[in-house]
């Protein structure tokens, strides 16, 4: 058996349990996952997904919020780390991967019956295949159909990533999408786009940058990841980007390579030389 508790954002979340399924169905293991509610990914997985695999839905967002469920998620991740023959941190998968590689990981895994793991990233290498399980919940298909029946043949789906990630600010600067933008346009006549940002700013920029452009934007007015909606609007702008017929993304951003897994498309990664 794999326990896997993946942590942090929605996108590390993801790759944490896609990966812990691809070793789980490697190693022919049950997978159970800890899925919890808290700073940076305040939801439900079953309001995200359908899942073919067991969740555990835990809180972590501290006795003054939910006492009750906080008290519960501690006592089910005590009951569930009793189970198991070995307990990894975050720190002791990084350290592995680190020195032995995801070949190390995997090796620790088989080794042990049962393991109970906590992981913001991968356990192993991803592709489109690795991420064929993952569903949206009927709520987030209902949700997400006005700006998924915009989306073309022709549809470039463009990610920018601002707020707390510098190197995506750094790396990617809106010139250089606006320019790459242009270039589509002019490649294959009638491409729209498909603009996800965490920063309103963005839209407003682009819009003057190309105003012969079409731009089309998930305007939910919400961009707080902190709650439930925020996140609900996140994962819907993620399956979006997977239903374009390319994705220009940002420099080192899991919101922009997961999409691309999630649609088997071409990921072209907006960056300085």
């Known amino acids: 058996m794999i326990i896997i508790e993946p942590c942090a ?3 590390n979340k993801l790759l944490g349990m896609s990966s ?39 809180s972590e967002n501290g006795y003054s919020k939910e006492p009750v469920a906080h008290f519960r998620g501690n006592q089910l991740k005590k009951k569930w780390r009793a189970k198991a023959d070995r307990f990894l941190e975050c720190g002791d998968v990084e350290a592995i991967k680190k020195q032995k590689g995801y070949e190390g990981l995997l090796a620790v ?3 042990e019956p049962v393991i109970y793991i906590k992981s913001f990233g991968p356990l192993c290498e991803l592709d489109a295949a690795s991420l064929a399980f993952l569903k949206p919940s009927a709520g987030i298909l209902q949700k997400g159909e ?15 990533r601002r ?14 999408f606006a320019d790459k933008m242009r270039q589509e346009m002019m490649e294959v006549p009638g491409t729209d786009f498909f603009v996800a940002t965490d920063d309103e700013g963005v839209k407003r920029e682009l819009r003057e940058a190309l105003p012969d452009a079409k731009l089309i934007f ?4 919400i961009i707080d990841r902190n709650s439930k909606e925020g996140i609900c609007d996140a994962y819907i702008e993620m399956l979006a980007l997977s239903r374009c017929r390319k994705i220009l993304g940002s420099y080192n951003s899991t919101f922009s390579l997961l999409p691309s897994y999630i649609g088997d498309i071409p990921l072209e990664v907006v960056k300085k030389d």
């Not at 029946?149 to 470039?156: F, I, N, Y």
């Not at 600010?169 to 010139?175: K, M, T, V, Y």
């Not at 998930?218 to 007015?221: A, T």
């Open 9 to 11: 954002g929605l996108g």
């Open 20 to 58: 812990a399924y691809a070793v789980a169905q490697k190693l022919n293991r049950e997978l159970i996952v800890m899925w919890k509610r808290e700073v940076g990914c305040n939801v439900k997985a079953e309001e995200l997904f359908d899942l073919p695999f067991r969740v555990i839905e835990i």
């Open 109 to 111: 895994i088989e080794k």
């Open 146 to 160: 006005p700006l998924f029946s915009q989306l073309g043949a022709k549809t470039v789906g463009v990610h920018v």
């Open 163 to 176: 707020t707390d990630h510098t190197e995506a600010i750094a790396n990617s600067p809106l010139s250089l």
């Open 218 to 221: 998930h305007d939910s007015g």
